[in-house]
């Protein structure tokens, strides 16, 4: 198994240009989870999908903060348009099923914006 | 809401020491409880979990936990430092009071081992 994959790995970008981060969960997941980390405020949940419906979006900063899921096996967080205090890494993770609880995690998107 | 409180946001060890992490988190219910690692430029790994099975729990890589409903504490140990674990170590909860399916996130702490 690949595992969960994110794309890109590097992202660096200009202030006020539209960023797209993707995602591919493991296959059979039906949970997926999108978090930012940063040194300020650490891992923050983004969003939850449960079998691509969004389930929580609370955490999603602003409204220039948006997350599709338009199949169990694709999922992107788009932000439109990007700050520098968007600078962060993004993850993203998956979990098998209901009654399950381990979440694998992808590498990261390292998200620059200058 | 439910939260987690990881103590010391750095842990310096000597190499072949007792390695001891804290983790105490806050649910009226007890959650289920997780420890993960990230190694630099990494994603998340998963170490080991508490699921309301046995309060004292096997992970990879010799470490191990203990849920304790008492002190609301998870804290996660090895008997002896690796320089390979040298990384840095996330408690996290899930459900709980909210019964939420997400991660909740300690702040971390970046484990250091010393030659």
């Known amino acids: 198994d690949a595992g969960v994959i994110q794309s890109p790995r590097h992202e660096v970008t200009e202030m006020g240009q539209e960023v797209t981060l993707r995602c591919k969960p493991i296959?059979?997941?039906?949970?997926l989870f999108w978090y930012r980390q940063t040194m300020m405020r650490g891992l923050e949940l983004l969003i939850y999908?449960?079998?691509?419906?969004?389930?929580?979006d609370s955490g999603m900063p602003e409204d220039r903060f948006s997350a599709k899921m338009p199949n169990a096996s694709f999922s992107t967080l788009k932000i439109q348009p990007s700050e520098p205090r968007d600078s962060a890494v993004y993850f993203c993770a998956s979990i098998r099923s209901q009654g399950r609880t381990e979440a694998f995690f992808g590498q990261g998107t390292r998200l620059t914006v200058v | 809401a439910q939260s987690v409180t990881q103590l010391g946001s750095h842990v310096s060890v000597s190499e072949g020491a007792l390695v001891l992490l804290r983790c105490n988190y806050s649910s009226s219910v007890p959650p289920y409880l997780f420890w993960y690692v990230q190694y630099p430029n990494q994603g998340l790994q998963l170490l080991l979990k508490y699921t309301s099975a046995a309060t004292l729990v096997k992970g990879i890589n010799g470490f191990e936990a203990e849920f304790k409903k008492s002190e609301t504490s998870f804290h996660l140990t090895k008997p002896s430092a690796h320089m390979s674990d040298a990384a840095e170590y996330f408690c996290?909860?899930?459900?709980?009071?909210?019964?939420?399916?997400?991660?909740?996130f300690g702040s971390g702490t970046r484990l250091q081992v010393q030659p």
């Open positions: 999908f449960n079998n691509n419906v969004p389930i929580d």
């Open positions: 296959s059979g997941h039906n949970s």
């Open positions: 996290a909860v899930m459900g709980g009071d909210t019964g939420r399916r997400a991660l909740t």
